[in-house]
Nanobody
Framework: QVQLVESGGGLVQPGGSLRLSCAAS????????MGWYRQAPGKERELVAA???????NYADSVKGRFTISRDNAKNTVYLQMNSLKPEDTALYYC????????????WGQGTQVTVSS
């Protein structure tokens, strides 16, 4: 059974940084697309960043140049480095694991809260 456990969220001032981690267990991690999504109150869940098994990445326009996704296949862990945080980045951040072919498998973590406020 696949489990995704996020950590690293918290309260940070505007302009600050946080690093989220997501540890996967029970999966063939190195063959999966890993992603970070977020959901703010009253809004739909949106893709923040994703990384393929080969290391290709894509980002939401709103975070390009500020956030960096990376993966460590030896540790079955995916990271999201978030710099220059803004109040509008406040949301519950979820880790996602899916197969390269969409719709085959799709797993979610429980989420970690990021709050950007002075």
């Amino acid at each position: 059974q696949v489990q995704l456990v996020e950590s690293g969220g918290g309260l940070v001032q505007p302009g600050g940084s946080l690093r989220l981690s997501c540890a996967a267990s029970g999966s063939i991690f190195r063959f999966r697309v890993m992603g970070w999504y977020r959901q703010a109150p009253g809004k739909e869940r949106e893709l923040v960043a994703a990384i393929t098994p080969g290391g290709s990445t894509n980002y939401a326009d709103s975070v390009k140049g500020r956030f960096t996704i990376s993966r460590d296949n030896a540790k079955n862990t995916v990271y999201l480095q978030m710099n220059s945080l803004k109040p509008e980045d406040t949301a519950l951040y979820y880790c996602n694991e899916r197969a390269v072919v969409p719709g085959v498998v799709n797993y979610w973590g429980q989420g970690t809260q990021v709050t950007v406020s002075s």
